[in-house]
């Protein structure tokens, strides 16, 4: 059996629906939930409904951690059996050292080529770029042409969510104090949105139901006149407002693609239970 030509890694903030993982035989590397003494490996020691169950009773709050340089080796060294080249993409460095651990351990590959992708975002909007560069790969494109498809995808992809409450993402130093305040006040709920691979605020509402209407509003506004739209709702905990959501983009936009997917440990140790968030790119 000949060597594939070029495989893809992702990190498991990805998202993509496992069908879709295996369809394109994309790659996955846990990053880690350290909880109580634990070190597990997100969506693979610990799921989305064990971690948010336990969430509700624990006295001690989880953390999060990347992979090391040398779990990329072994998953890198594992692949590289099979392909001749490797694309990883990976969530923003500016949220997690993923991307740093990706390539000291690139450059203990011994000149394997590997061309490593920070995605500056996260869930599904990793998860897109995962996707177009694996489907450039089966339409025949090089290491490089593979990674700059992904690349290309950046400025167009966006995320915006919103949490019950920003004391998880403040705790996990993931969003400034002054965010925080505004958050505890009057039971504001913030829609935020990854900017630049950070995590910015975007507006105050006053109720999640208005929050949530809100999130639909901007994404219906920003693919107005769009031909393909490609979406996801990512939820923590929360599979019927996910559901919801999804019908209403569906009735609103008829996405060429649109997904239900959970957040996994990793992320909901940031964002905490309830948090509902929606990943999308337009096509003219």
Known sequence: MSKAKVAVVVDSTAYIPQALVEQHNIHVIPLLVNWSGESLRD???????????????AKEMPSTSQPSAGEFYDLYSKVAEEAESIVSIHISSELSGTVASAHAAAALMEGFPIEIVDSKSTSMGLGFMALVAAQAVENGATTKEAAAVARDLIPDVRVVFVVDTLEFLHRGGRIGGASRLFGSMLSIKPLLELQEGKIEALEKVRTKRKAVQRLLDIVVEACAGKSKVHAAV???????????????????????????????????????????????????
């Not at 990512?234 to 008829?254: H, I, M, T, Y």
């Open 234 to 284: 990512a939820n923590a905990s929360s599979p019927q407002e996910a559901q919801s959501v999804a019908d209403e983009l569906q009735k609103r936009l008829q996405p060429t693609e649109l997904y239900i997917v959970d957040m996994s440990p990793v992320i909901g140790t940031h964002t905490g239970p309830g948090a509902l968030g929606i990943a999308w790119y337009a096509e003219d």
């Open 43 to 57: 969506n693979v020691d610990i799921t989305p409904d064990d971690f948010y169950k336990r969430l509700e009773t």
